[in-house]
Structure formats: structure tokens, C-alpha cells
């Protein structure tokens, strides 16, 4: 499997995010070398802010209302910044068996908890998880968006100077 090729399909879904003022992050999911769905973040402009539609979280609906059957141990999620706590959960719950991504999120990076502390339904997950394929172009699309004035999600956080600063 090619990561930077499919890490490279998450970018442009990252990139049609931020071209529509949201968040920049893309997620595709790849089972036998081929990409069966994709996410972007959704949620970050206007009134309708929400914490739930993460780009992970929209291609797990997607992967949810396919036709076929698929063994999710041989599920690879690319996802441009490091899944947060919630989504890193559905992942492991989903049964998905490696996840990579670009750029590690500083602030709320879920994939480097200790599992062993956690409860056997994660403890036991087996997911395999990959960090830093395409980090500087994760980088620059996120500097791109901190960078604009108009966009106001997360502008003032830890990730945001984080981002800045590199």
C-alpha cells in the first residue's frame, strides 16, 4: 500500500474543505488498495458549529451505508491530522486495523493514549497507527487557515499557535 498516495487523496479532501472556509482536514478509507470512502470536516463556519462531524466521523457514516461487506481489520484510514480522542474511539470500535496520518494534533490528539489503561474494549484493539506521511503539506493547509482572519475556529488555541510556530 502507497501511503503518500492515499495520504494524498486526504489532502484534497482537506483542500475542498478549507476552499469552503471549513476546517482543513480529509480523511479517505482504503480496503484492498482502493479508496471506498471520504470525509472532510464539516461544522466549523457559521451558526452551525459542532464538535461531531469530524472527517473521520463522516467517512465512518459513509463506510456504515455501503452495499458490500468489508473485513475492517483490512480497513486503513489517512486522515491529515491526527484523530482526536472521539474519533480515535469509533475507529478502534469500528474495528478498523491502521490508521495514518500527516500531522500530529498537539492539542487533542487522541492516537497516543495509553491503551492499556483504557476499558478491554479498547485496551484489546489491535489497530495499527502510522504518524508524519505528508506532515508539511498537513502544515501548510492548516497555517493557510489560521492565517485567515475570517476564520475564527479554534484561532486562539494551543493547536493553532502550534501550527503557527513551525
Known amino acids: 500500500m502507497d501511503d503518500t498516495y492515499f495520504m494524498k487523496k486526504a489532502l484534497k479532501q482537506a483542500k475542498m ?17 482502493k479508496v471506498l470512502v471520504t470525509g472532510a470536516r464539516e461544522g466549523t463556519t457559521g451558526d452551525g458549529l459542532n464538535e461531531v462531524d469530524h472527517a473521520e466521523m463522516m467517512a465512518l457514516r459513509k463506510l456504515s451505508r455501503l452495499d458490500r461487506k468489508v473485513n475492517m481489520q483490512k480497513v486503513s484510514v489517512f486522515c ?35 491503551r492499556a489503561q483504557l476499558p478491554p474494549l479498547y485496551e484489546k484493539s489491535q489497530i ?16 493557510s487557515y489560521f492565517s485567515q482572519t475570517d476564520n475564527t475556529y479554534l484561532k486562539d488555541s494551543f493547536l493553532a499557535a502550534y501550527t503557527l510556530d513551525q
Open 80 to 114: 491529515t491530522l491526527e484523530p482526536c480522542l472521539m474519533c480515535f474511539g469509533a475507529l478502534m470500535i469500528s474495528c478498523i486495523g491502521r490508521v495514518v496520518f500527516a500531522y500530529e494534533d498537539a492539542m487533542g490528539g487522541g492516537t497516543r493514549c495509553n
Open 17 to 33: 474543505a478549507l476552499a469552503t472556509g471549513e476546517f482543513p482536514v480529509g480523511c479517505v478509507m482504503v480496503y484492498g488498495n
Open 128 to 143: 495499527e497507527v502510522k504518524s508524519g506521511i505528508l506532515r508539511s503539506a498537513s502544515i501548510e493547509l492548516l497555517k
